[in-house]
């Protein structure tokens, strides 16, 4: 009967636990009609497979199609490997701009890494995404073989 009153107990306190996990969504930020948007180009660069210690740059090209100016606040990079640079000063309605980021090809294999901006407009942050796969530099020759004393040997 024991066992019956505690597994009876159990099955209610876990049904109750897991009504209790519904998640709430939030509600997304208004967006200000009047405010800046940043509209990307693409939001996903893709390397392609590239040679170790080869070109570990790409651009990412954005136009402010909001009515306010455009302020990119940070850009973090998902790794160390991963470094974006981005223009400090405010981005002027229908000017635009490029976000430039850097990936160390020296790191042989596939990779996928993000940038994550947050600027002044409504959205909170957004999120860029690089791809490739760096394969690994082929060795070069050894060299002209050693000489073996004579000019006719």
Avoid at 84 to 105: A, C, L, N
Wanted: aromatic fraction near 8%.
């Amino acid at each position: 009967m024991k066992k019956f009153l505690s597994a009876l107990t159990f099955t209610v306190l876990a049904t109750v636990w897991m009504s209790a996990q519904v998640t709430v969504s939030p509600t997304p930020a208004p967006v200000d009609e009047n405010g800046p948007v940043m509209t990307l180009e693409t939001t996903e660069i893709d390397y392609g497979k590239i040679e170790q210690g080869a070109d570990p740059y790409r651009v990412f090209k954005f136009t402010n199609t909001g009515k306010a100016p455009l302020v990119i606040e940070t850009a973090k990079g998902s790794c160390g490997c991963t470094v974006p640079t981005f223009p400090k000063e405010p981005i002027s309605p229908s000017e635009s701009g490029e976000i430039k980021v850097r990936y160390d090809t020296n790191r042989v294999g596939k990779f996928t890494k993000t940038v994550t901006l947050t600027t002044n407009e409504g959205v909170q942050t957004r999120t860029l995404r690089i791809s490739g796969e760096v394969t690994a530099k082929p060795t070069e020759p050894d060299g002209v073989p050693a000489s073996t004393g004579g000019f006719n040997n």
